[in-house]
């Protein structure tokens, strides 16, 4: 009977250890959260984005363009993620109300706007009126081919710099950096 009464207390220990995990979009909380990639607040709930993985851990991104550097050290992305993972965007069509989540896999996106960290892509929940749309797997995929308006965007924040020897020398190798991805 002791045997029995162990062996069903450790199963029940064992049982309340399962965790249920959300998939739910999780709100940003502005004072605190930092994207995952650059560090920088989150401010611009428009473009944010958030992966949640399978043990329900969120990784927050402040422009679609850090979520694909994130997933292209695949390594590190795959033992993250594990088996699931859903990604949220804000909607930019929407205000900067921390709870503006759209599905990010299933969103429409248009390229050409200035975004938190100039990768130019912005989502809609609709379709909006553009020449071009893309989907999910495109906008990484252009990403990934430096398809981007990053080069401009570091170009802009170099001049902002340029008396702060030491910022002015990490802005160009990030600049080497996004031009060699075009090459």
Known sequence: MKKLTIIFALLLVFSSCKQNVTYEARD??????????CLMGLTDQRYNAQSINEYGEVHW????????????????????????????????????????????????????????????????AEKPNADSVFTFEQVLQRINEGKTM???????????????????KKLEEKLDKEQNKNN
């Open 61 to 124: 991104y402040d422009d679609i363009g850090c979520l694909a550097e994130e997933m292209r050290d695949t390594s590190t992305w795959n033992q993250w993620k594990g088996d699931k993972v859903k990604f949220w965007i804000g909607d930019a069509s929407k205000g900067n109300d921390p709870s503006n989540w759209i599905d990010a896999e299933t969103a429409f996106y248009d390229y050409g706007k200035h975004t938190p960290m100039g990768y130019g892509y912005s989502a809609y």
């Open 28 to 37: 940003i909380n502005f004072d605190r959260d930092v994207c995952f990639i």
């Open 150 to 168: 990053r080069e401009n965007f570091i170009q802009e924040k170099m001049l902002m710099m340029k008396d702060d020897p030491e910022k002015l």
